[in-house]
């Protein structure tokens, strides 16, 4: 399979802002006012990163819109700086006019069979070059490829024995020799400000998003351990063939995952528009998005459906609902009708970790209440639209059992 980003071109990061969306109340509740819901969890990352900036995409030229986007060149309007292989002096104007940028050094070296060690010598003078322009600039290594079979000796073959390469020539393995060839060559680690991996799914059955998530947690775990945050680089499934609904939500766990794995920086979708092997790109040539770009966009769209409260006795009760996504956690609000009152008002939020998840714990509530419940998923950035209130169930009061009465005891003697 031809790598999806082995040609170099313009690219663009892509980014989604969920909204919080506004619920209708249904009657009954109209005069209750809202509460707020829980802090939303915080992503603790090295820097902090709005879901826009979390979330971009490859693009052939630099496009404005609600999708961020990354190009290959260089941008004031981007977060990051893409830089040729070698500098040039277009590369230092640029960086002394622009302090502090991060500069991404190259493309996936490994994809154009460079040797690690000669990578490690082309980027200690490019990084050289940067800083004596710019002393304040960052700098991130080029994204190493998934493994794959580019640089086998005679082409694609059909196992790995008659190419070692398909493994040892990228990913982690081509960033360990480039690491080790670094230090052995300069006495000291490589300067990172943030490590890049691409993965595209590759060599793994269609919708194995547990498959494609353990490689990407290897590549998360070796960057953390080598100094450094990684960005997901350029990442997509352009091999998997299935229907869009399902591709859908495979990219709304993916998305899920990735925001809550705090060595992950950002992740930069390929590509936003038809590209080179980019079966579900986001946007058409007008703009207007395709269904993957809505949910890039937002994929806090989903609706618990079937809440259903289920009263166990002795006060106690637990919402239940079925999942319309795997993607998210879940929060729950009841709502509470106290005997003697005609309307209901909030009673307590319960959160349920996700994704998944599909009931909350057993709540105790007072005899004599009536109570309903609904459901959302959340998550870092936001939350999607309530469910519709569930079914209303009353609370009654638990009635002691009395010992029944025992009358006095007659013992009868027999008379001998």
């Given at each position: 399979?031809?790598?999806?980003?082995?040609?170099?071109?313009?690219?663009?990061?892509?980014?989604?802002?969920?909204?919080?969306?506004?619920?209708?109340?249904?009657?009954?509740?109209?005069?209750?006012?809202?509460?707020?819901?829980?802090?939303?969890?915080?992503?603790?990352?090295?820097?902090?990163?709005?879901?826009?900036?979390?979330?971009?995409?490859?693009?052939?030229?630099?496009?404005?819109?609600?999708?961020?986007?990354?190009?290959?060149?260089?941008?004031?309007?981007?977060?990051?700086?893409?830089?040729?292989?070698?500098?040039?002096?277009?590369?230092?104007?640029?960086?002394?006019?622009?302090?502090?940028?991060?500069?991404?050094?190259?493309?996936?070296?490994?994809?154009?069979?460079?040797?690690?060690?000669?990578?490690?010598?082309?980027?200690?003078?490019?990084?050289?070059?940067?800083?004596?322009?710019?002393?304040?600039?960052?700098?991130?290594?080029?994204?190493?490829?998934?493994?794959?079979?580019?640089?086998?000796?005679?082409?694609?073959?059909?196992?790995?024995?008659?190419?070692?390469?398909?493994?040892?020539?990228?990913?982690?393995?081509?960033?360990?020799?480039?690491?080790?060839?670094?230090?052995?060559?300069?006495?000291?680690?490589?300067?990172?400000?943030?490590?890049?991996?691409?993965?595209?799914?590759?060599?793994?059955?269609?919708?194995?998003?547990?498959?494609?998530?353990?490689?990407?947690?290897?590549?998360?775990?070796?960057?953390?351990?080598?100094?450094?945050?990684?960005?997901?680089?350029?990442?997509?499934?352009?091999?998997?063939?299935?229907?869009?609904?399902?591709?859908?939500?495979?990219?709304?766990?993916?998305?899920?995952?990735?925001?809550?794995?705090?060595?992950?920086?950002?992740?930069?979708?390929?590509?936003?528009?038809?590209?080179?092997?980019?079966?579900?790109?986001?946007?058409?040539?007008?703009?207007?998005?395709?269904?993957?770009?809505?949910?890039?966009?937002?994929?806090?769209?989903?609706?618990?459906?079937?809440?259903?409260?289920?009263?166990?006795?002795?006060?106690?009760?637990?919402?239940?609902?079925?999942?319309?996504?795997?993607?998210?956690?879940?929060?729950?609000?009841?709502?509470?009708?106290?005997?003697?009152?005609?309307?209901?008002?909030?009673?307590?939020?319960?959160?349920?970790?996700?994704?998944?998840?599909?009931?909350?714990?057993?709540?105790?509530?007072?005899?004599?209440?009536?109570?309903?419940?609904?459901?959302?998923?959340?998550?870092?950035?936001?939350?999607?639209?309530?469910?519709?209130?569930?079914?209303?169930?009353y609370m009654a009061p638990t009635r002691s059992v009395k010992s029944p009465s025992r009358g006095p005891v007659f013992c009868l003697l027999q008379l001998c």
């Amino acid at each position: 399979m031809h790598h999806p980003k082995l040609l170099r071109s313009k690219c663009v990061r892509s980014a989604m802002i969920p909204s919080a969306l506004i619920c209708v109340i249904v009657s009954g509740c109209a005069d209750q006012q809202q509460p707020t819901g829980p802090k939303l969890p915080a992503i603790a990352r090295s820097t902090d990163v709005p879901f826009n900036k979390f979330f971009t995409a490859w693009s052939q030229s630099y496009t404005s819109g609600p999708i961020q986007t990354q190009i290959f060149a260089l941008d004031t309007r981007m977060d990051r700086q893409y830089a040729d292989l070698y500098v040039t002096e277009s590369l230092l104007s640029f960086a002394r006019a622009n302090p502090g940028r991060l500069y991404i050094h190259s493309d996936e070296p490994d994809q154009w069979c460079i040797a690690p060690s000669d990578y490690a010598d082309i980027y200690h003078d490019f990084v050289a070059a940067v800083r004596s322009a710019d002393p304040t600039a960052r700098v991130s290594p080029a994204g190493f490829a998934e493994p794959n079979d580019h640089c086998c000796p005679t082409g694609p073959v059909a196992d790995d024995e008659h190419c070692p390469d398909r493994f040892s020539g990228h990913s982690i393995y081509y960033a360990e020799n480039f690491y080790n060839a670094y230090v052995k060559r300069y006495g000291v680690a490589p300067p990172v400000n943030e490590w890049r991996f691409h993965d595209f799914g590759l060599f793994l059955t269609t919708g194995d998003l547990d498959g494609w998530m353990a490689r990407v947690d290897k590549e998360a775990s070796w960057s953390v351990a080598h100094g450094a945050n990684m960005v997901l680089g350029a990442w997509g499934f352009p091999g998997w063939r299935e229907p869009t609904p399902a591709l859908q939500e495979h990219l709304k766990q993916a998305m899920g995952r990735l925001l809550n794995d705090k060595r992950i920086n950002g992740a930069v979708w390929w590509t936003r528009e038809p590209w080179i092997e980019s079966p579900y790109y986001l946007a058409e040539a007008d703009g207007t998005l395709t269904p993957f770009g809505q949910t890039y966009l937002n994929p806090l769209t989903d609706v618990p459906t079937d809440v259903t409260i289920a009263s166990l006795g002795k006060g106690q009760a637990k919402l239940q609902w079925n999942n319309t996504t795997s993607a998210w956690a879940a929060e729950t609000e009841f709502w509470v009708q106290a005997p003697g009152s005609n309307s209901f008002v909030y009673h307590n939020t319960a959160l349920v970790a996700g994704p998944g998840g599909k009931e909350t714990p057993v709540i105790l509530f007072n005899a004599g209440d009536s109570l309903k419940a609904r459901v959302r998923y959340y998550n870092a950035y936001g939350q999607a639209a309530w469910s519709s209130f569930s079914n209303t169930v009353y609370m009654a009061p638990t009635r002691s059992v009395k010992s029944p009465s025992r009358g006095p005891v007659f013992c009868l003697l027999q008379l001998c």
